[in-house]
């Protein structure tokens, strides 16, 4: 099955500063990449995905970038605010005998230091 | 509406008890899932229904038993659970496959 690594597991970053998370993905077949803040005691919600026929995408102050090649995709998040700090979980949709299944990675805690 | 609602939002049971939880959305979703996620983990898929109908079950528990209705709603029901199913439990739905997928605000349990 698919298994989908995360990095780093926490990180800190001086507000108005970049902060970057990246993770690998091993099934080649996986063909969606979104990605999730969660807030304490709140349910995860999208805030960017990518599909594998694109290589990045950007809203505003966040951006994805996916590598194919490398199996790899990342999440930047530019001029970060407070409001920025939660747990960010990466995720890559595989078809496993024909059901389409969703592995996240283990998450990354990203506290915005004002 | 364009939300994803699950009830109750906090449970606690006993190993002897039986309880259900309930998630609902209002999108026209065809596929709902069932999420559980322990304190600092991701989400674990449980069960996936496609237009109504059980298509994944990730070798959980008899103890865990879903039931979907309607279109619209989906249910867990527990029963004789362990206090290692202590959990934040997660309802999600779909527009289908392929589709983006949007979470409820969860149901925390607590056995004891």
Known sequence: GENVEQHPSTLSVQEGDSAVIKCTYSDSASNYFPWYKQELGKRPQLIIDIRSNVGEKKDQRIAVTLNKTAKHFSLHITETQPEDSAVYFCAARVVDFGNEKLTFGTGTRLTIIP | ?112
């Open chain 2, 1 to 112: 509406d364009t939300e994803v609602t699950q009830t109750p939002k906090h449970l606690v049971m006993g190993m002897t008890n039986k309880k259900s939880l309930k998630c609902e959305q209002h999108m026209g979703h065809r596929a709902m899932y069932w999420y559980k996620q322990k304190a600092k983990k991701p989400p674990e898929l449980m069960f996936v229904y496609s237009y109504e109908k059980l298509s994944i079950n990730e070798s959980v528990p008899s103890r865990f038993s879903p039931e979907c209705p309607n279109s619209s709603l989906l249910n867990l029901h527990l029963h004789a659970l362990q206090p290692e199913d202590s959990a934040l439990y997660l309802c999600a739905s779909s527009l289908g496959w392929n589709e983006k997928l949007f979470f409820g605000s969860g149901t925390q349990l607590s056995v004891l």
